[in-house]
């Protein structure tokens, strides 16, 4: 149809205004061909009359039904307006910030944290195909990610837009979204790394704007690594143009990069006070913007986890320390001043104190630095030239080496990153994050604005192309003819700007003249350009500035700075004195070659999908706009090398207002990002695309009965459109789909309302019809039978008289009597009838019982002699079968036994020689012990006699003192006569020689005390020694008494094991004569068996010949009458009881009724058998009696047996006491040589004495005499210690000899001890040997039951729980043998099989199901049998009996119960991961509920599913899987309560499931939705009641869900349906409600949208809870389990151990 026709009456129009630049209008009369003026009804009630041009009518508006689609390219009508409007439906209305236009994701920034982006999004996310769920970021990056992973080819995320749009967050969420679904399995943490760089990247690169508080100064190209496995393995990281100008430069409201801010906030810290900083109003960088401080930033946080980020990417301290180092330097540059001299020179002082600290961070030497920061030097060819710089000049120096040191920091930095995330495998693919600036134009533009929007050229180049390409491939897939669509190239632009003679090559020449000017390119740039080329243009008002027409817009560019900008030259001596730097980092900055550090390991080979142009090598390669070009040549390459997905970011508003809307901002990003183009190239040719399926679905209402009943849906849509749509030419059908032009989806869907509002015209008339129809009968019937009873009761007046109700009455009575007496006579015929009946029936019942239960009394009495003969028979073969197996056994363990004992006395012999070997050498050591002692008291009496000699020698001595005294007092004598003659004379020299004398007198005296004083000393010190000599004889008379009663108590043992040898030697000699005994009873007993059979055969063969004459004369025949036929089966089973029978039962009967005559002769047979009867009975009695004598033989045998085992028991004891005697023995032996070396230490201290007393009896002569006698007592007393000393020596040699005897026989009874010990060890080999054969049985028995066993092959017919009571009897066993170990075995194995099963069949859900079932049997059974009284008041007596007694396994309990709950949740996983896949397609898409089809257009991204898919998931499929595993856990045995609990969490997973895809699928959101959730919960609980579950709480897991359902189908228009939602919907959080009523989309144009105020109404309600803030339920939580106790009624002696289970090696005790 013509497009001119659908400008009707009631459609609605766009028409441009000045504020909204769109806004609506009805059209209030049809347009026809030719009119100049469209009657319009404007939204507010006013009237225009707007003139058209026919050529351009103004757009038409999409209906309602299609506003607020995901993908714009759903629209039918595709325009400027129709995207805004739908924009501003879904921001500003529903809360959506995401939009697709075709391959393009819009990002609109909500200024507003949005809890949208948690694991729990990213999960639902993962593995959905990207029309399935509603637009987010996520889906882009899980689109490539699968793309990366099915195709195995590269991909690219381009993130575009303006500053403050968005760009930095959607590139740092779409690589947490890599991060998170591709987490590798190393501990490397690759994901965590790549994160982490970029809070780095954002510190050092991102600033405040006007326009943006966190705005990127840079692009950047972000290169994750993904292996063979698709897990990320590495990084890699390329900037571009970084905006240096910022360090030295910010306007007004704006700072500079963050890293900066967060150093001075942290600069009172101690490991940043080295560099001398303080707050940022201190510094001129930091400063100059006025804003220092950002609301709601903590700097001094952010440096904190700054200083985190690079210590995860492993950067250490010092290299931290380096970079704040020269950032610090930076600043203090910053705030050198400069002063004027004159008007052409400056001067920086040398005294500068933040040129100090910058020199001396960076290792500098500040005079030369303040020397040619103000000086430059000019070398020419002859010769060299330093010229002063102004003021400026020198300022503009210092900022040009400040932002040369920031670049290179930025440039180290991200170098220093990719090589943190360096990766050393191979790469196999790669996705690359582009995060670059968007379009910019501002008042001002400059050099950066022309690079950025010449990157921007490049960008949308790439981008036309690629949507031209999908177009074409599209149109070729499904068989199209394809049409040129013309679209937008830009490729002119690009070449006026990087082409040969362009405008960067311009700009290049230019640099390279020495006086170069922008004003000289400037003019360079309109003789090429203007009037030649038609995108630049010269302003009219300005010769310093151009424009060029860009492909969004033109853009006046502003000359000033350009050269300066390109060249970003510093001068040469500054670059010399910071390459002579001592600070490494610095000095490594300004290298001359350094090596390029490529951003692209050598892995990455790029081949570029079509043909670039390739620069030209000229020597300007090396500036700003040169570089650029090159790194933007390297990126398309690389772009055009993968397949790339775009996400254009949209700022709503300059206020940064959370979801408020400025039209005109965002159609200016709408035209600058390429999505308008987009729309316009989609729109050229056919935009709308439905597929047939969703075509049939959705217009199936347009078609006729006839048409419907096609089978070939796809000629039933291609005959509906032939005749729905005249021109063929708006339409195009291709294999899969349909193909409109615009405004025909839209048209259709009018088609679509005319015809449902037609249909709804009509039911309304029929129903409205029927209610009056139905109302009318109603009150004609009322009327009727008011009528009937009226006239009823007026005819009964007029013909009721007394005469007539006389005659009436008495008819009445002749009736009664006489239907009475008929109905009497009727009666008692038919009860004579029946109880004659009854009597003869009642008599032949009785008599028939009768014969039956007299013929089951004889059968009975006959099978009841008859079985007990045989019962007898068998049982008396059995029990000799069985006496003669106990005794053989019997024998030979007793010979065994003597065996055993023969050796063990065989091993004691050895040891007792062993013993006596030990003794002997023991003997030789005491015999050296002694020969010592003798040499050391030899050597004693040596030293007495010495000794004696002194002694006499100082006698002598004295005697010659005492001689030579007598001579000088004869002497005295003579002189004193001499002297009286001289007297007078000499009477003054003998004052003087009596004074002389006595003063010597005086010293004699006081040498006599000191010597009396060191002899007392002496003499205290030898009582010392005395005192400790005597302790020292105590402590060894202590010694022997110890060791004289261990000795008395080895004798004693020894005593022992000798008695005990005597009686096992007597014993030995005893089971020789028991086994003279047994065989002698063997040979009585084969005797007796002969004799017995003998008579038996005797006795057999005479009862035959009296049973053959009693039968010649009996009649067989009667007896087999009488007898059944079962009864002669039993009796014919063995020939000897029908003789037997015969002879014994019926013989006499027979005799005694029918032959009398011959009573005599039988009489005396009869007595001659029961003579020999007789005679066998006593024969028979007496081999019982020798029975039982054997029997006490054995019995005795049997308890000489056991306590031969008691005593071996006891050969540990033996054992340890023999190695406590070894133990004794050695300690003597240690002790004997302590104290001959103590004795030999003891004389030798005795000697030494001796000498030294002789010395200082030799110094001290004259001293002695005077103390003479003192000496000898003190030398008496000595010698009396010395000869005690020998006494007690003398004693202990003899104590030596006594324990040598004693030790002899200590080594005579431990060779005897060593040679048991030897036996007692081949005992314990032999016990070891059988016990590794029991823990192989258990071994064995645990695999077999453990992994062996399959789920299905035992539980048919089998108890549940059977090998979980196989292991508890297996452990019971052990508990009546009292063997911890082979208990401690049998749980251990039995536990480490549980676990070890489990974890080979981690995802086989029957197998999980069967152990979890299993595993908790058997702890059921630990709790019943574990002898505790709240576990035992459930057993039965008998089976309290079973009770384990000696073990306590309550800490096994607590361990199965740790592996049952991890068995429990591994169950549950695999459940979960079993039907998650079928609850979203089940419960949300599936569509059961016949006319309620919610279907609409999906535009460019389609949903995944099908209507008409065979394969796809149903609301059966759902119960099904249920069905599956509840009757695997019932067939199992799991028991109720668990199985309950497992419902419950797969109903909570599906019921949070359903409700996380309906919260991010807006075209879920409908009133018809609703009602088909409803039925599926109904679906649901019908299940739980038909499984009787309805009281296990599954029921309330569904709760929200439900809530949600009749969310979407209430009401919600009123404040009544306002408060009725908040009072309803408890279960759900506010976030959750107010996302269900904005994500509320209409699927008719019956139904209405929810409006904003509704919302709010909602919302102001909900503020007053309390809830979560976050929109996903969690489907990973899971409910506390808990395993109750449920007692076994199984009797542990009636399980039967099913042959399948091949356990032959157990038996039943």
Same mark, same amino acid.
């Given at each position: 149809?013509?497009?001119?026709?659908?400008?009707?009456?009631?459609?609605?129009?766009?028409?441009?205004?000045?504020?909204?630049?769109?806004?609506?209008?009805?059209?209030?009369?049809?347009?026809?061909?030719?009119?100049?003026?469209?009657?319009?009804?404007?939204?507010?009630?006013?009237?225009?009359?707007?003139?058209?041009?026919?050529?351009?009518?103004?757009?038409?508006?999409?209906?309602?039904?299609?506003?607020?689609?995901?993908?714009?390219?759903?629209?039918?009508?595709?325009?400027?307006?129709?995207?805004?409007?739908?924009?501003?439906?879904?921001?500003?209305?529903?809360?959506?910030?995401?939009?697709?236009?075709?391959?393009?994701?819009?990002?609109?920034?909500?200024?507003?944290?949005?809890?949208?982006?948690?694991?729990?999004?990213?999960?639902?996310?993962?593995?959905?195909? %990207?029309?399935?769920?509603?637009?987010?970021?996520?889906?882009?990056?899980?689109?490539?990610?699968?793309?990366?992973?099915?195709?195995?080819?590269?991909?690219?995320?381009?993130?575009?837009?303006?500053?403050?749009?968005?760009?930095?967050?959607?590139?740092?969420?779409?690589?947490?979204?890599?991060?998170?679904?591709?987490?590798?399995?190393?501990?490397?943490?690759?994901?965590?790394?790549?994160?982490?760089?970029?809070?780095?990247?954002?510190?050092?690169?991102?600033?405040?704007?006007?326009?943006?508080?966190?705005?990127?100064?840079?692009?950047?190209?972000?290169?994750?690594?993904?292996?063979?496995?698709?897990?990320?393995?590495?990084?890699?990281?390329?900037?571009?143009?970084?905006?240096?100008?910022?360090?030295?430069?910010?306007?007004?409201?704006?700072?500079?990069?963050?890293?900066?801010?967060?150093?001075?906030?942290?600069?009172?810290?101690?490991?940043?006070? #080295?560099?001398?900083?303080?707050?940022?109003?201190?510094?001129?960088?930091?400063?100059?913007?006025?804003?220092?401080?950002?609301?709601?930033?903590?700097?001094?946080?952010?440096?904190?986890?700054?200083?985190?980020?690079?210590?995860?990417?492993?950067?250490?301290?010092?290299?931290?320390?380096?970079?704040?180092?020269?950032?610090?330097?930076?600043?203090?540059?910053?705030?050198?001043?400069?002063?004027?001299?004159?008007?052409?020179?400056?001067?920086?002082?040398?005294?500068?104190?933040?040129?100090?600290?910058?020199?001396?961070?960076?290792?500098?030497?500040?005079?030369?630095?303040?020397q040619w920061l103000c000086n430059r030097k000019i070398v020419t060819t002859s010769e060299t030239v330093v010229k002063p710089m102004t003021r400026p000049q020198a300022v503009n120096a210092r900022d040009a080496l400040a932002k040369k040191i920031y670049a290179h920091l930025f440039?180290?930095?991200?170098?220093?990153?990719?090589?943190?995330?360096?990766?050393?495998?191979?790469?196999?693919?790669?996705?690359?994050?582009?995060?670059?600036?968007?379009?910019?134009?501002?008042?001002?533009?400059?050099?950066?604005?022309?690079?950025?929007?010449?990157?921007?050229?490049?960008?949308?180049?790439?981008?036309?192309? #690629?949507?031209?390409?999908?177009?074409?491939?599209?149109?070729?897939?499904?068989?199209?003819?394809?049409?040129?669509?013309?679209?937008?190239?830009?490729?002119?632009?690009?070449?006026?700007?990087?082409? !040969?003679?362009?405008?960067?090559?311009?700009?290049?020449?230019?640099?390279?003249?020495?006086?170069?000017?922008?004003?000289?390119?400037?003019?360079?740039?309109?003789?090429?350009?203007?009037?030649?080329?038609?995108?630049?243009?010269?302003?009219?008002?300005?010769?310093?500035?151009?424009?060029?027409?860009?492909?969004a817009d033109k853009v006046e560019y502003k000359c000033e700075g350009f050269l300066e900008k390109n060249r970003d030259t510093v001068y040469d001596m500054l670059v010399e004195i910071l390459r002579a730097s001592k600070f490494h980092l610095c000095a490594n900055f300004f290298q001359?070659?350094?090596?390029?550090?490529?951003?692209?390991?050598?892995?990455?080979?790029?081949?570029?999908?079509?043909?670039?142009?390739?620069?030209?090598?000229?020597?300007?390669?090396?500036?700003?706009?040169?570089?650029?070009?090159?790194?933007?040549?390297?990126?398309?390459?690389?772009?055009?090398?993968?397949?790339?997905?775009?996400?254009?970011?949209?700022?709503?508003?300059?206020?940064?207002?959370?979801?408020?809307?400025?039209?005109?901002?965002?159609?200016?990003?709408?035209?600058?990002?390429?999505?308008?183009?987009?729309?316009?190239?989609?729109?050229?040719?056919?935009?709308?695309?439905?597929?047939?399926?969703?075509?049939?679905?959705?217009?199936?209402?347009?078609?006729?009965?006839?048409?419907?009943?096609?089978?070939?849906?796809?000629?039933?849509?291609?005959?509906?459109?032939?005749?729905?749509?005249?021109?063929?030419?708006?339409?195009?059908?291709?294999?899969?789909?349909?193909?409109?032009?615009?405004?025909?989806?839209?048209?259709?869907?009018?088609?679509?309302?005319?015809?449902?509002?037609?249909?709804?015209?009509?039911?309304?008339?029929?129903?409205?019809?029927?209610?009056?129809?139905?109302?009318?009968?109603?009150?004609?019937?009322?009327?009727?039978?008011?009528?009937?009873?009226?006239?009823?009761?007026?005819?009964?007046?007029?013909?009721?008289?007394?005469?007539?109700?006389?005659?009436?009455?008495?008819?009445?009575?002749?009736?009664?009597?006489?239907?009475?007496?008929?109905?009497?006579?009727?009666?008692?015929?038919?009860?004579?009838?029946?109880?004659?009946?009854?009597?003869?029936?009642?008599?032949?019942?009785?008599?028939?019982?009768?014969?039956?239960?007299?013929?089951?009394?004889?059968?009975?009495?006959?099978?009841?002699?008859?079985?007990?003969?045989?019962?007898?028979?068998?049982?008396?073969?059995?029990?000799?079968?069985?006496?003669?197996?106990?005794?053989?056994?019997?024998?030979?363990?007793?010979?065994?036994?003597?065996?055993?004992?023969?050796?063990?006395?065989?091993?004691?012999?050895? !040891?007792?020689?062993?013993?006596?070997?030990?003794?002997?050498?023991?003997?030789?050591?005491?015999?050296?012990?002694?020969?010592?002692?003798?040499?050391?008291?030899?050597?004693?009496?040596?030293?007495?006699?010495?000794?004696?000699?002194?002694?006499?020698?100082?006698?002598?001595?004295?005697?010659?003192?005492?001689?030579?005294?007598?001579?000088?007092?004869?002497?005295?004598?003579?002189?004193?006569?001499?002297?009286?003659?001289?007297?007078?004379?000499?009477?003054?020299?003998?004052?003087?020689?009596?004074?002389?004398?006595?003063?010597?007198?005086?010293?004699?005296?006081?040498?006599?005390?000191?010597?009396?004083?060191?002899?007392?000393?002496?003499?205290?010190?030898?009582?010392?020694?005395?005192?400790?000599?005597?302790?020292?004889?105590?402590?060894?008379?202590?010694?022997?008494?110890?060791?004289?009663?261990?000795?008395?108590?080895?004798?004693?043992?020894?005593?022992?094991?000798?008695?005990?040898?005597?009686?096992?030697?007597?014993?030995?000699?005893?089971?020789?004569?028991?086994?003279?005994?047994?065989?002698?009873?063997?040979?009585?007993?084969?005797?007796?068996?002969?004799?017995?059979?003998?008579?038996?055969?005797?006795?057999?063969?005479?009862?035959?010949?009296?049973?053959?004459?009693?039968?010649?004369?009996?009649?067989?025949?009667?007896?087999?009458?009488?007898?059944?036929?079962?009864?002669?089966?039993?009796?014919?089973?063995?020939?000897?009881?029908?003789?037997?029978?015969?002879?014994?039962?019926?013989?006499?009967?027979?005799?005694?009724?029918?032959?009398?005559?011959?009573?005599?002769?039988?009489?005396?047979?009869?007595?001659?058998?029961?003579?020999?009867?007789? #005679?066998?009975?006593?024969?028979?009695?007496?081999?019982?009696?020798?029975?039982?004598?054997?029997?006490?033989?054995?019995?005795?045998?049997?308890?000489?047996?056991?306590?031969?085992?008691?005593?071996?028991? %006891?050969?540990?004891?033996?054992?340890?006491?023999?190695?406590?005697?070894?133990?004794?023995?050695?300690?003597?032996?240690?002790?004997?040589?302590?104290?001959?070396?103590?004795?030999?230490?003891?004389?030798?201290?005795?000697?030494?004495?001796?000498? #030294?007393?002789?010395?200082?009896?030799?110094?001290?002569?004259?001293?002695?005499?005077?103390?003479?006698?003192?000496?000898?007592?003190?030398?008496?007393?000595?010698?009396?210690?010395?000869?005690?000393?020998?006494?007690?020596?003398?004693?202990?040699?003899?104590?030596?000899?006594?324990?040598?005897?004693?030790?002899?026989?200590?080594?005579?009874?431990?060779?005897?001890?060593?040679?048991?010990?030897?036996?007692?060890?081949?005992?314990?080999? %032999? $016990?070891?040997?059988?016990?590794?054969?029991?823990?192989?049985?258990?071994?064995?028995?645990?695999?077999?039951?453990?992994?062996?066993?399959?789920?299905?092959?035992?539980?048919?017919?089998m108890i549940p729980g059977l090998p979980a009571h196989i292991l508890f009897m297996c452990v019971r066993y052990a508990d009546s043998l009292n063997d911890a170990d082979m208990l401690k075995s049998l749980m251990n194995s039995t536990i480490s099989g549980i676990k070890q099963v489990? $974890?080979?069949?981690?995802?086989?859900?029957?197998?999980?199901?069967?152990?979890?079932?299993?595993?908790?049997?058997?702890?059921?059974?630990?709790?019943?049998?574990?002898?505790?009284?709240?576990?035992?008041?459930?057993?039965?007596?008998?089976?309290?009996?079973?009770?384990?007694?000696?073990?306590?396994?309550?800490?096994?309990?607590?361990?199965?119960?740790?592996?049952?709950?991890?068995?429990?949740?591994?169950?549950?996983?695999?459940?979960?991961?079993?039907?998650?896949?079928?609850?979203?397609?089940?419960?949300?898409?599936?569509?059961?509920?016949?006319?309620?089809?919610?279907?609409?257009?999906?535009?460019?991204?389609?949903?995944?599913?099908?209507?008409?898919?065979?394969?796809?998931?149903?609301?059966?499929?759902?119960?099904?899987?249920?069905?599956?595993?509840?009757?695997?856990?019932?067939?199992?045995?799991?028991?109720?309560?668990?199985?309950?609990?497992?419902?419950?969490?797969?109903?909570?997973?599906?019921?949070?499931?359903?409700?996380?895809?309906?919260?991010?699928?807006?075209?879920?959101?409908?009133?018809? $939705?609703?009602?088909?959730?409803?039925?599926?919960?109904?679906?649901?609980?019908?299940?739980?009641?038909?499984?009787?579950?309805?009281?296990?709480?599954?029921?309330?897991?569904?709760?929200?869900?439900?809530?949600?359902?009749?969310?979407?189908?209430?009401?919600?228009?009123?404040?009544?349906?306002?408060?009725?939602?908040?009072?309803?919907?408890?279960?759900?959080?506010?976030?959750?409600?107010?996302?269900?009523?904005?994500?509320?989309?209409?699927?008719?144009?019956?139904?209405?949208?929810?409006?904003?105020?509704?919302?709010?109404?909602?919302?102001?309600?909900?503020?007053?809870?309390?809830?979560?803030?976050?929109?996903?339920?969690?489907?990973?939580?899971?409910?506390?389990?808990?395993?109750?106790?449920?007692?076994?009624?199984?009797?542990?002696?009636?399980?039967?151990?099913?042959?399948?289970?091949?356990?032959?090696?157990?038996?039943?005790?």
């Open positions: 149809m013509a497009v001119a026709e659908l400008y009707t009456k009631y459609n609605r129009v766009w028409i441009p205004d000045s504020e909204e630049v769109w806004k609506s209008a009805e059209i209030a009369k049809d347009y026809r061909v030719g009119d100049k003026v469209l009657q319009l009804l404007l939204e507010d009630g006013t009237e225009l009359d707007y003139s058209v041009d026919p050529e351009c009518l103004p757009p038409l508006r999409n209906p309602d039904i299609l506003v607020g689609e995901n993908d714009l390219t759903a629209l039918s009508y595709l325009h400027e307006p129709a995207v805004l409007h739908n924009l501003r439906i879904r921001f500003a209305e529903s809360k959506l910030i995401y939009t697709y236009s075709g391959i393009i994701l819009v990002a609109m920034n909500p200024y507003k944290q949005l809890p949208i982006y948690g694991d729990a999004i990213i999960h639902a996310y993962s593995g959905q195909n %990207m029309g399935d769920m509603d637009p987010h970021i996520f889906a882009v990056a899980e689109e490539a990610y699968k793309q990366m992973a099915r195709n195995t080819k590269n991909q690219s995320i381009i993130v575009s837009g303006e500053s403050g749009a968005g760009k930095t967050v959607s590139a740092r969420y779409a690589m947490r979204y890599f991060a998170t679904v591709s987490k590798s399995c190393s501990n490397a943490h690759v994901e965590d790394k790549v994160l982490a760089s970029n809070p780095i990247t954002e510190a050092v690169g991102n600033a405040k704007t006007t326009r943006n508080d966190n705005s990127s100064r840079f692009g950047k190209y972000t290169e994750i690594s993904f292996d063979e496995k698709n897990q990320i393995i590495g990084a890699n990281m390329r900037t571009y143009l970084l905006e240096k100008s910022r360090v030295v430069f910010q306007s007004e409201n704006e700072r500079n990069y963050h890293i900066f801010y967060q150093l001075c906030a942290s600069a009172q810290q101690s490991e940043f006070k #080295h560099l001398k900083l303080g707050s940022a109003e201190e510094f001129n960088y930091t400063r100059m913007g006025g804003s220092t401080v950002l609301e709601g930033v903590n700097d001094r946080a952010d440096m904190i986890e700054t200083q985190k980020t690079f210590t995860l990417l492993g950067f250490k301290e010092d290299f931290q320390m380096d970079v704040f180092k020269v950032l610090a330097a930076i600043l203090h540059l910053g705030n050198v001043q400069i002063t004027a001299v004159g008007n052409e020179r400056s001067v920086i002082n040398e005294d500068d104190g933040h040129l100090e600290v910058f020199c001396e961070l960076l290792g500098l030497e500040s005079g030369r630095v303040a440039d180290f930095i991200v170098e220093r990153i990719n090589q943190a995330l360096h990766f050393s495998g191979k790469q196999h693919t790669f996705i690359g994050v582009l995060d670059i600036y968007g379009f910019e134009t501002f008042d001002v533009n400059s050099f950066e604005q022309f690079c950025i929007n010449y990157a921007n050229e490049k960008l949308q180049q790439q981008f036309n192309l #690629h949507v031209f390409k999908l177009e074409q491939e599209e149109y070729m897939k499904e068989d199209i003819p394809w049409t040129l669509i013309d679209f937008y190239d830009n490729q002119p632009v690009i070449d006026l700007i990087e082409a !040969k003679m362009g405008i960067l090559e311009l700009l290049d020449e230019e640099c390279l003249l020495p006086h170069g000017t922008d004003e000289n390119w400037l003019q360079k740039l309109y003789n090429n350009f203007v009037n030649k080329n038609s995108l630049f243009e010269k302003p009219r008002m300005s010769n310093t500035s151009f424009i060029i027409q860009h492909f001359e070659n350094p090596v390029p550090s490529s951003p692209f390991g050598s892995a990455i080979t790029v081949k570029s999908a079509k043909p670039v142009i390739k620069p030209n090598n000229k020597h300007f390669r090396s500036t700003v706009g040169s570089k650029f070009r090159s790194s933007l040549y390297l990126l398309m390459e690389t772009l055009n090398a993968t397949t790339p997905h775009y996400v254009r970011c949209i700022k709503p508003n300059d206020e940064k207002l959370p979801f408020e809307f400025d039209s005109k901002r965002i159609v200016q990003q709408l035209r600058a990002c390429g999505v308008l183009e987009t729309i316009r190239i989609s729109a050229q040719s056919y935009p709308s695309r439905w597929t047939y399926i969703e075509f049939y679905s959705r217009y199936g209402v347009l078609m006729t009965k006839q048409e419907l009943s096609f089978s070939d849906k796809k000629e039933v849509c291609k005959v509906v459109l032939h005749r729905l749509i005249q021109d063929s030419n708006q339409y195009q059908f291709g294999k899969t789909k349909i193909f409109f032009r615009a405004g025909q989806v839209a048209y259709l869907e009018k088609l679509r309302l005319d015809k449902l509002r037609q249909g709804c015209i009509v039911i309304q008339k029929h129903v409205r019809g029927w209610l009056q129809r139905k109302k009318f009968l109603r009150e004609r019937r009322a009327a009727v039978i008011i009528q009937q009873y009226f006239r009823g009761q007026k005819t009964v007046r007029k013909a009721v008289t007394a005469t007539a109700l006389k005659e009436a009455w008495a008819a009445i009575v002749i009736q009664k009597y006489c239907r009475a007496y008929l109905v009497r006579n009727l009666y008692q015929l038919i009860r004579v009838a029946t109880i004659t009946i009854q009597a003869y029936t009642r008599g032949f019942l009785a008599r028939r019982r009768y014969q039956k239960m007299l013929k089951e009394h004889k059968a009975v009495i006959l099978q009841k002699y008859a079985r007990a003969w045989l019962a007898r028979r068998r049982f008396q073969n059995i029990r000799r079968f069985v006496l003669n197996i106990q005794l053989t056994y019997r024998v030979q363990r007793l010979q065994k036994k003597l065996e055993d004992q023969n050796k063990e006395n065989h091993g004691l012999v050895e !040891k007792l020689t062993c013993l006596a070997a030990l003794r002997a050498s023991d003997v030789e050591k005491i015999q050296k012990l002694e020969s010592e002692l003798d040499r050391a008291t030899t050597h004693r009496q040596n030293y007495e006699e010495k000794g004696m000699r002194y002694r006499a020698s100082v006698e002598e001595k004295l005697a010659k003192l005492q001689k030579h005294n007598s001579e000088l007092e004869i002497q005295k004598e003579q002189i004193q006569q001499k002297l009286q003659e001289k007297t007078e004379e000499l009477k003054e020299k003998m004052d003087n020689l009596t004074k002389q004398l006595f003063d010597d007198v005086q010293k004699e005296e006081e040498q006599r005390i000191l010597l009396e004083k060191s002899f007392e000393l002496k003499t205290q010190d030898y009582e010392k020694q005395i005192r400790s000599l005597r302790e020292e004889i105590k402590a060894l008379k202590d010694e022997k008494m110890q060791l004289q009663r261990q000795l008395e108590e080895e004798r004693v043992t020894s005593d022992v094991l000798k008695g005990e040898v005597a009686r096992l030697s007597k014993q030995a000699k005893t089971i020789s004569e028991f086994e003279k005994e047994i065989e002698l009873l063997q040979t009585q007993k084969i005797d007796v068996e002969k004799h017995v059979q003998s008579q038996k055969r005797e006795m057999r063969e005479k009862m035959s010949e009296i049973t053959k004459q009693l039968l010649e004369s009996y009649d067989i025949e009667d007896v087999r009458n009488r007898l059944s036929l079962e009864d002669l089966e039993h009796l014919n089973e063995d020939g000897e009881l029908w003789f037997a029978y015969e002879g014994l039962k019926k013989a006499t009967r027979v005799l005694e009724n029918h032959f009398q005559s011959q009573k005599d002769c039988y009489e005396k047979e009869i007595e001659a058998l029961n003579f020999k009867v007789v #005679h066998l009975s006593q024969e028979i009695n007496h081999l019982q009696k020798l029975f039982r004598e054997e029997n006490d033989i054995n019995e005795s045998i049997r308890h000489e047996v056991t306590r031969l085992t008691s005593e071996n028991m %006891m050969i540990p004891d033996f054992k340890q006491q023999i190695s406590e005697l070894e133990k004794q023995k050695q300690d003597l032996e240690i002790r004997l040589n302590e104290q001959t070396e103590t004795m030999k230490g003891k004389l030798e201290e005795l000697s030494n004495q001796l000498n #030294h007393n002789q010395e200082e009896e030799r110094t001290q002569r004259k001293t002695i005499e005077a103390q003479n006698e003192i000496h000898t007592k003190e030398k008496e007393k000595l010698m009396d210690k010395i000869q005690e000393m020998q006494e007690a020596s003398e004693h202990l040699r003899k104590q030596f000899e006594t324990e040598n005897e004693v030790k002899s026989g200590f080594q005579q009874e431990a060779s005897r001890l060593t040679m048991e010990k030897r036996d007692l060890e081949e005992e314990l080999d %032999m $016990k070891e040997r059988v016990i590794k054969k029991l823990q192989d049985q258990v071994k064995t028995l645990t695999k077999t039951i453990e992994k062996d066993l399959k789920p299905r092959g035992v539980v048919v017919n489990v $974890k080979e069949h981690l995802e086989d859900f029957e197998m999980l199901s069967f152990w979890l079932s299993n595993t908790c049997h058997f702890l059921n059974c630990l709790k019943q049998y574990s002898g505790e009284e709240e576990f035992m008041k459930h057993n039965s007596p008998h089976q309290n009996k079973n009770c384990l007694n000696n073990f306590d396994l309550s800490e096994y309990r607590q361990i199965l119960s740790d592996v049952a709950i991890r068995i429990y949740h591994q169950f549950i996983i695999v459940m979960e991961n079993n039907i998650q896949p079928i609850i979203v397609p089940g419960m949300l898409e599936y569509e059961s509920l016949q006319g309620i089809s919610g279907l609409k257009p999906t535009g460019f991204r389609k949903r995944s599913s099908s209507i008409d898919d065979t394969d796809a998931y149903t609301m059966t499929s759902v119960l099904q899987q249920l069905s599956y595993f509840y009757s695997t856990m019932c067939q199992n045995g799991l028991d109720p309560e668990v199985v309950r609990q497992a419902v419950k969490q797969l109903f909570f997973l599906i019921g949070a499931v359903t409700l996380n895809s309906l919260f991010l699928r807006k075209d879920m959101c409908s009133c018809r $939705k609703g009602m088909q959730i409803r039925c599926n919960i109904s679906y649901l609980e019908e299940w739980l009641k038909d499984k009787n579950l309805q009281n296990n709480l599954a029921k309330e897991t569904l709760e929200p869900l439900s809530q949600a359902a009749w969310l979407l189908q209430v009401k919600k228009t009123t404040d009544s349906d306002a408060k009725e939602i908040y009072e309803r919907c408890t279960s759900l959080s506010a976030v959750q409600i107010i996302k269900i009523l904005n994500s509320y989309t209409p699927i008719d144009d019956f139904e209405k949208r929810v409006t904003p105020s509704f919302v709010r109404k909602v919302q102001a309600l909900l503020n007053s809870r309390e809830d979560s803030s976050h929109l996903m339920l969690d489907t990973k939580y899971l409910f506390q389990v808990t395993f109750p106790f449920t007692p076994s009624p199984h009797a542990l002696e009636m399980i039967q151990i099913p042959s399948s289970f091949k356990l032959g090696f157990l038996n039943r005790l």
